[in-house]
């Protein structure tokens, strides 16, 4: 494999999150700071953030309209951030490239993601009350790692599994 950098090579997205783990307001800041300094079409930046932690309301809103799945180990994040964009021809692709930014930097604190696509949009929209041009298009849980042990038994399996990434073969098309 290629060289890569330690920020990107040690970043995954685990579901064993510690639930007494904290986020200092630093740490918050210095990620969503990281997304704000994201590339956008135009410089436009499209992307606006919700912000919840553990035990607030906004928390406990974001995870009732998640999936069940995600239910059973997003709750114990320290955060759970919805990641939505304005209208506009490339906004989705530049949240994504903001939530990437705000992954990369959490990294460099010692702290984790996962991003998840499994929630009910418009839940979140009237549970938050969002503006009906805001598009929730991603929920974010960040935190600090716990033991896998602490995982239902199939959530377990694939948390300590190997990673596997396809060949980058595989990717490049001809």
Known sequence: MAELTPLLATRWSPRAFDPGADLTDDELTSMLEAARWAPSARNSQPWRFVVGRRDDERHKQILANLTGAN???????SALLVGTYLPGSHSAYDLGQA???????????????????????????????????????????????????????????????????????????P
């Open 71 to 77: 239910q059973r180990w997003a709750g114990r994040a």
């Open 99 to 173: 939530v990437a930014h705000l992954s990369v930097q959490a990294t460099s604190l010692g702290l984790h993601v996962h991003q998840m696509a499994g929630f009910d949009g418009d839940g979140l929209r009237a549970s938050l009350a969002l503006p009906a041009e805001v598009q929730p298009h991603v929920v974010v849980a960040v935190g600090r790692l716990a033991d896998p042990a602490t995982l239902p038994d199939d959530l377990r399996e694939r948390e300590t599994a190997p990673r596997q990434r396809h060949p980058l073969a595989e990717l490049i098309l």
